[in-house]
């Protein structure tokens, strides 16, 4: 969303709200070439976003009956972030990924990672652990895991699995900025944010939970 409109499936940015409801029908509706049902919408709202715009819409979606979905939040104020263990073997693995959609990109990373580490038990032992986690404990738990499991086998050449998961988990160059999904569901019947923008919204906000109930009047 953006002061504009909202833009669904990539399509360009409508004036109002009209029909929102209808589109992310027919995006839920439509194959997603993996066999599965789409999943709920995720918004991202641009800071500047003016209240009455981000209350048109939150609205929308709760009349016409899609009020769960997922909200992507980012940040430029993401600190100090480490620097690749080898930026040459991150540039070169950046261009073998070149061109390749996500689901290619996923076999293909899983396939180096596999080749980097057969005889790392340590970092094996993090992969087995997180398969029965809860989805949201997994990351932290892999985290954990990878970083006691390099200690513990001391891999040969821990300088590519460690670029390897740079790649994975921070992209194939420093992050600009830093960016969460979380679960929402939009509630008409809960308090009013304050804030004139969404930024500011979002700035207000003081506990997580306040998503599992997020409303936002038009003023």
Known sequence: MTPEGVAVGGRSATASDAGLA???TAEREAPTGYGEPARDWVLSIAADVPRARVASTLKALADSGHPRGHLLLATTQIGEIPAPRDPARLAALAGK???LDPSER???MAKEIQASMPACAGVQKAFSAVAAAAADQRCPLLAVGIAEGLVE???PDADALLTQLYAMSLGMSRPE???VTVPVVVDPEAPSRPGQTWGEVVGALDDAAAFTALW???S
Do not use: H, K, S, T
């Open 177 to 179: 900025r830093l960016a």
């Open 97 to 99: 990924l070149e061109g």
């Open 216 to 218: 936002v009047g038009p």
């Open 153 to 155: 086998c001391g891999c």
């Open 106 to 108: 996923a076999v293909f």
């Open 22 to 24: 209808e589109q992310i």
